[in-house]
C-alpha cells in the first residue's frame, strides 16, 4: 500500500486514470485526476476525475445516473499512473457506448485471436445490415420465435450427443448452441456484459456461502 505522497502528479497537478471494467476487464476511458478528486473518489468510493476541458472537478455519472464503483486504484511502477478497477452503473463513454474504446486503428488478423466479443461483434452487424444469403441474416429475418426453435433444437443436440459419450461431436454441437444463443441475446438486447456481471455476482454469493459454512 501506498499514500497519496509518495504519488508523481505531473506540472499540471494531474495524474492519468486508466479506468478498466472489474467483470469484463476492459478499458473504459483514460481520465485525470488531481490530490483532491483522488482524495474525493477514496472516501466516496466512486471515481471523480478532474476535467481538463472544462477546469473543473467532475463526478462520473453525477448527471447521468452512470457512477463508476471503485474496486480498487493500482499504480504503476515509476508512481505517475493509476490504474482504476471499477464495477460500472452504465456507459462510460459520453457517446453511450460501454467504453471509450471502440474503433480501431490497426488490427492484425494473423495476430488476432478469436474471442466471443468479435463473434457478437459480427452477429450484430448483421442484424444491423442485412447481408442476403448470411444464415444470420435469414435468422433475424424470420425472428424471434424462429430463434428460440432453434436454440431448442441446438440444445438436444447437445444432450444426444453428449449421452452417446461423443466427445468431438458434443463440443460441435455446444458451438452450434452457443451460436445460437448469442443470436438470440442480440434479438433481446442481452449483452455478454450482461451475462459475465450475472456470472460474477453468483460467484460472489457462492463464496459468502462457502466461507459462512465453513466458520460453522
Not at 472489474?22 to 476535467?51: H, P, Q
Not at 478469436?114 to 433475424?140: C, H
Not at 459475465?196 to 456461502?209: G, M, P, T, W, Y
Amino acid at each position: 500500500m501506498i499514500n497519496i505522497d509518495e504519488l508523481k502528479f505531473g506540472k499540471d497537478g494531474l495524474i492519468p486514470c486508466v479506468v478498466v471494467d472489474d467483470v469484463t476487464k476492459k478499458v473504459l476511458t483514460v481520465a485525470y485526476m488531481n490530490r483532491e478528486s483522488l482524495e474525493i473518489s477514496m472516501r466516496e468510493g466512486t471515481t471523480c476525475f478532474w476535467s481538463r476541458s472544462r477546469g473543473e472537478l467532475w463526478r462520473k455519472g453525477e448527471t447521468s445516473g452512470n457512477r463508476q464503483h471503485i474496486v480498487n486504484i493500482m499504480t504503476d511502477c515509476d508512481r505517475d499512473a493509476l490504474t482504476v478497477l471499477v464495477k460500472k452503473d452504465g456507459p462510460a463513454c459520453h457517446m453511450g457506448t460501454d467504453s471509450c474504446f471502440n474503433d480501431y486503428v490497426y488490427q492484425s488478423e494473423e495476430l488476432s485471436a478469436f474471442s466471443l466479443e468479435s463473434l457478437m461483434e459480427v452477429i450484430r452487424g448483421r442484424k444491423i445490415d442485412r447481408k442476403e444469403g448470411s444464415y444470420t441474416t435469414y435468422l433475424f429475418d424470420k425472428g424471434i420465435d424462429k430463434i428460440l426453435k432453434k436454440v431448442g433444437e441446438e440444445c438436444t443436440e447437445v444432450i444426444i450427443a453428449g449421452k452417446a459419450d461423443d466427445k468431438p461431436e458434443t463440443i460441435y454441437e455446444i458451438s452450434d448452441l452457443v451460436y445460437h444463443v448469442m443470436v438470440m441475446m442480440i434479438e433481446m438486447g442481452i449483452s455478454l456484459e450482461d451475462i459475465h456481471r450475472e456470472l460474477a455476482s453468483r460467484h460472489v454469493i457462492d463464496h459468502k456461502v462457502k466461507q459462512e459454512k465453513m466458520t460453522k
